[in-house]
């Protein structure tokens, strides 16, 4: 009973369906799923993604990590009361814990950055979003679905004006801006995906219409985006390698159409928000119901989520002790992803809730006194 009481807490709160006062599976197994998959980003060379079936493995490139910040989303909507949002001291007391949360987040990015591996460290931005996602917990999801949009559309002109006014000052690796801007996760587009997920956050997430939902909702946007993409490159820069908008931040005063054209992953481009968005609330539907219907099957995949904080650190931390490097070799992400479930597994089950998830959690909750 302590394991299962001491499990309802995660990265960014509990995954709890405050209203009906039990856990919520899917979303731990969601979380698995990004982690493993990012795994996968970082340790496969993914290439492109086509119709050959040996290239859908590039399926986790993007859209793993774009899934895990949909999921913070998720995570920070039902620490701030779920379907009911908090208000008064209840919730001055969410905004103190997901700021502490921000906090420890923010600094075992930092640790992780300074082993200097290969990988772009998602976790400085993770805690970037989850302070501004602050002014949006009152909110409605649908309000929180029309901001998503309205950040899809302005986020990626934004960002690049900014990178462009930045490089052309040599001020483009200034931490702020890299945050916000210039980094491989601009926290000015990414914020699109945390308002979406405090918006799936706030509806009831054991109904099956809302499971239908978040899959046929989420679909569409997911062919809408990517066939958005596929048919503005095809028209703007046929034949071309396309990067989005980050081609763009040397060229002080041009601007190219091209730059916006496209869904290609970490392109941060209107389309790949849409389109990889998409695709994170789909599969969040999708493992809503899977874990209802095979919770034993899925149990390992669901641990990895539990601990997926201290996961991800642990595999930053292996890869440099390891002086591993990406490669085509998928051998190697199979053998990482097997100890992952593995040791995820039998640590959730014999000690309940992971080391740095322990952390945030007591920190957290002794700085809001509750």
Same mark, same amino acid.
């Given at each position: ?275 990889? +968005? ?26 990895? +989520? ?51 998830? +322990? ?12």
């Amino acid at each position: 009973m302590t394991a299962q009481r001491d499990d309802v807490e995660r990265l960014a709160g509990p995954e709890r369906d405050t209203a009906a006062g039990r856990r919520i599976g899917g979303l731990d197994v969601a979380r698995g799923l990004a982690v493993l998959g990012m795994f996968g980003a970082h340790l496969g060379d993914t290439g492109r993604l086509g119709w050959d079936p040996a290239t859908w493995r590039a399926l986790v490139d993007g859209r793993s990590s774009i899934l895990f910040a949909t999921l913070a989303g998720v995570s920070i909507a039902l620490l701030s009361g779920g379907r009911t949002p908090a208000t008064g001291t209840e919730l001055a007391r969410a905004r103190t814990r997901i700021l502490v949360r921000a906090a420890w987040v923010f600094a075992i990015g930092g640790v992780l950055e300074l082993l200097d591996t290969f990988v772009a460290i998602i976790l400085g931005v993770y805690a970037v979003l989850f302070v501004l996602a602050l002014p949006f917990l009152r909110w409605s999801p649908g309000r929180l679905l029309l901001t998503a949009g309205v950040v899809a559309l302005a986020g990626p002109p934004l960002t690049l004006w900014v990178g462009q006014y930045a490089t052309a000052r040599d001020e483009d690796g200034n931490a702020f801006t890299f945050l916000l801007f210039t980094g491989y996760y601009p926290a000015a587009v990414w914020l699109a995906f945390v308002l979406v997920g405090l918006a799936v956050g706030r509806l009831d997430l054991r109904a099956a219409r809302v499971r239908a939902g978040l899959v046929g909702g989420g679909g569409a946007a997911a062919v809408l985006g990517h066939l958005g993409g596929w048919l503005s490159a095809r028209q703007l820069a046929p034949g071309q390698e396309l990067a989005g908008i980050e081609t763009g931040f040397g060229a002080a005063g041009q601007w190219d159409p091209a730059w916006f054209a496209g869904a290609e992953p970490h392109s941060s481009t209107t389309f790949e928000v849409v389109g990889s +968005g998409g695709v994170a609330v789909a599969v969040i539907g999708l493992c809503l119901v899977a874990a209802d219907l095979l919770p034993r099957l899925l149990h390992p995949l669901a641990s990895v +989520g539990a601990l997926a904080l201290s996961v991800y650190t642990a595999q930053i931390v292996a890869i440099r002790v390891l002086e591993v490097e990406s490669s085509d070799d998928w051998g190697r992400w199979v053998r990482f992803t097997l100890t992952a479930l593995l040791l995820a597994t039998v640590w959730r089950l014999r000690l309940g809730r992971g080391p740095l998830e +322990g952390l945030l959690t007591w920190s957290s909750r002794r700085a809001a006194g509750s």
